[in-house]
């Protein structure tokens, strides 16, 4: 695992033969389990805070995972609300044995911080420093939107 900063993680895993599904490529399941983790010490090291998961989005399985493969994972904080963030994860497969990477899917995980009873509570500002900060920035704003947008359309309640 490297520290970039305390917004960025990158976080590596190997892929193991008891990972495999049925046609012998790797489980969604386990994938998802990975970037669970990786969105979690990505937001919990930001906050300095207990962290749960709230929503995961665009997630994709359009290439597989192959046993053996290298999967690295690089997370960064692109919004914070008030208690809630949103960690962008960029996904790249290694085959070790000829060094061939493929970029395998971006998808958006949103967080919560949570105090010691439980209720979510304050995490601090997200400073942008780059142009390419404010652009995810922008983008996970819109994402937010659309998502509070679909979650009251589908169950009538009023949240955000
Ligand atoms: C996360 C949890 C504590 C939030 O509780 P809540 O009562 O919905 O929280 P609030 O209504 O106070 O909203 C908290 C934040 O979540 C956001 N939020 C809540 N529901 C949302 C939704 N459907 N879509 C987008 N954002 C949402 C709010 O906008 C708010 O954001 P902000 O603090 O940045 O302004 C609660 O839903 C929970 O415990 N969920 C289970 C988490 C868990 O166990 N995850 C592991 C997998 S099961």
Redesign the pocket.
Known sequence: MEHQSNKTITMSEIMTPNMANFTGNVHGGDILSFLDKVAYACASRYAGKTI????VDNVYFKEPVHVGDLLTCHASINY?????MEVGLKVIAEDLKTGKQRHTNTCYF?M?A?DEK???TRVRPLELHNDVEKRRHQEALLR?ES??KL?REHSGRK??
């Not at 749960?52 to 929503?55: E, G, K, Y």
């Not at 914070?80 to 809630?84: C, L, P």
């Open positions: 749960v998961t709230l929503s914070v609300g008030n208690s809630t949103t919560v949570l439980g209720k979510p937010k998502r509070l979650y949240k955000g």
